[in-house]
Nanobody, 119 residues
Framework: HVQLVESGGGSVQGGGSLKLACTYA?????????MGWFRQVPGKQREGVAV????????LYADSVKGRFTISQDKAKNTLELQMNSLKPEDTAVYFC????????????WGQGTQVTVS
């Protein structure tokens, strides 16, 4: 089954940038999965940040990150990335990479998460 491993989190001052990466392995049919980035603050529900749809590569962003974050996928390297610019303190959270079957509405494969702190 697919396994996801995030990297790239850290601490940055407001207005700065970070790039998250998620490498995935364990499947020969990655085209069967949509993938996305989510984030969670302690005590709050996990929220969707950005998703990318397999096939046409179309993307969808949360209103709070539109124009600042960019999701991309390098299928040759089995890597999902999230470029985060103009970071704000309210972007502070644990960020998760996730995947779901194209036929499903539920993300059922999750990485371990990576902390992003904006001061």
């Amino acid at each position: 089954h697919v396994q996801l491993v995030e990297s790239g989190g850290g601490s940055v001052q407001g207005g700065g940038s970070l790039k998250l990466a998620c490498t995935y392995a364990g499947s020969t049919t990655y085209s069967a999965y949509h993938m996305g980035w989510f984030r969670q603050v302690p005590g709050k529900q996990r929220e969707g940040v950005a998703v990318i749809y397999t096939g046409d590569g179309s993307t969808l962003y949360a209103d709070s990150v539109k124009g600042r974050f960019t999701i991309s996928q390098d299928k040759a390297k089995n890597t999902l990335e999230l470029q985060m610019n103009s970071l704000k303190p309210e972007d502070t959270a644990v960020y998760f990479c996730a995947a779901r079957y194209v036929s499903s509405q539920t993300y059922h494969i999750w990485g371990q998460g990576t902390q992003v702190t904006v001061s």
